[in-house]
């Protein structure tokens, strides 16, 4: 158990990095203790479940994200949301990958913002977006 909790610690800490936060930004974020952040990275303890959910939440990934391979295959999880991304990549230009990749290092704050707006919302920034970049 402990190496798991390790591991756990591990990946967090790297999406964590990754995205450029520090315990105290994902503890806020996430509504947990810089303290708590800090001893599920070291691998010391785990998180409620609910803390936990939270926490994946803030730095768009999932459970599955941040467990070994061997754990998450022994869940029988579909692999429908890989194939999803899969599909999507295959339809984006190099050019429009290097921008995604950009938006999910660099802003992942503006994406879970875009993320929670309505279809209708949506739609009208997409329209907004696309007249900006015409009147170029």
């Known amino acids: 158990m402990d190496e798991l909790k390790k591991y756990i610690g591990t990946k967090i800490k790297e999406f964590r990095k990754s995205l ?23 691998g010391t303890r785990f998180g409620t479940f609910e803390s936990m959910l939270k926490i994946c939440e803030v730095l ?17 999880v579909p692999q429908i949301h890989n194939e999803r991304i899969a599909l ?8 429009d990958i290097e921008v995604t990749e950009t938006l999910v290092i660099n802003d992942m704050s ?18 907004h977006l696309n007249s900006i970049i015409n009147n170029e």
Do not use: C, F, W
């Open 20 to 42: 450029g936060m520090t315990t105290v930004e994902l503890g806020k974020l996430s509504n947990t203790s810089q303290t708590t952040i800090s001893a599920i990275e070291r």
């Open 110 to 127: 503006l994406l879970r913002t875009v993320n929670k707006l309505t279809p209708n919302q949506k739609r009208h920034l997409s329209n």
């Open 60 to 76: 768009g990934i999932t459970l599955y994200d941040i467990l070994p391979s061997e754990q998450s295959e022994n869940l029988n």
């Open 88 to 95: 999507i990549l295959d339809r984006l230009s190099s050019e």
